[in-house]
Structure formats: C-alpha cells, structure tokens
C-alpha cells in the first residue's frame, strides 16, 4: 500500500483539481504561476455579485420580520418575569407559615391544611383528615393564613 497524497484548497479544502474558487485561481501549484484572476467585468464576479445581492437581501427580510417580532417577544418576557415574581411570592408566604394553617384555592381544588413543608416550586400541605397534599405553585389561585393574610 502507498500513501496518497491529495493537495486541497486552503479556502474551501476541495481537491485542488476539481476547485475554482478565487483563492486557488491566484495561488500557484507546485511551482507553477496561476494565472491573473479574472478581471471584475467577469461573468464570474457577476455571479458572485449577483448572488451576493441575493443574500443581502435575505438578511434584510430576516431582519425585517425579527424586528415585526419584538413586540411578542417583549410581552412574553414580560409574562415571564411577571409570572416568576407571583411565584416567588407564593413561595415567600408558604415559607413564613411553614406549621401554621392555610387554605389554599388551587386550580383543582380548595385545601385547607397546615403547610409542611415548601419546595422550590410545590408546597406540601396535611389536611385535617391527615390526608398529604403536594401543590405546584403554578396550580396555587390564591392562598391565606388564619390571621387573613394572603396573596
């Protein structure tokens, strides 16, 4: 077995027989001149230019329809960090009535029960008929203590 060696472009690493690009048609080859390239009148640099053109205004599209696309993305942010807020205050008021009774509305249900424990993102709650209710905190409507507090 012998090696083969093949010489590739080192603009665009075809095999230097079978590329074209304006690198190789300035570039020699094992000792031999290339050529000028080909002058900018070309129908080569048409090509280029043409598509080139192409391309930009492909991008002025896409930047087009991004910027009619920031309004929603603002309002979704917005909903987002709103949303997070109204967790962490969920959240908050669990975590200072940890042992003390609540009655939660949730989206399934209303619980009425001492808050055991608080998760990141799920509160666990006994019941009178110690019956454990576990409540994501994106199910929670609204919740109060026994003093009237809540959010």
């Not at 009148?41 to 053109?53: K, M, P, T």
């Not at 205004?57 to 929603?72: E, K, S, Y």
């Not at 994106?138 to 203590?145: C, E, F, G, M, Q």
């Amino acid at each position: 077995m012998g090696v083969l060696y093949i010489e590739t472009c080192e603009a665009c690493f075809k095999p230097r027989r079978r590329c074209c690009c304006s690198y190789c048609e300035t570039v020699p080859r094992r000792g031999r001149t290339r050529p000028n390239p080909p002058p900018p009148g070309s129908d080569r640099y048409d090509e280029i230019f043409r598509r080139l053109a192409q391309l930009e205004d492909i991008v002025w599209d896409l930047r087009r329809d991004f910027n009619a696309l920031v309004p929603t993305i603002n309002a979704i942010r917005e909903f987002i960090n709103r949303q997070q807020g109204r967790l962490e205050a969920i959240r908050l008021f669990f975590e200072a009535n940890v042992g003390e009774p609540v009655t939660v509305v949730a989206t399934f249900d209303v619980i009425e029960g001492v808050v055991e424990m608080v998760g990141a993102d799920t509160v666990v709650i006994r019941t009178s008929n110690d019956d454990i209710v576990i409540i994501p905190f994106s199910s929670v409507i609204t919740a109060s203590n026994g003093e009237g507090t809540g959010i």
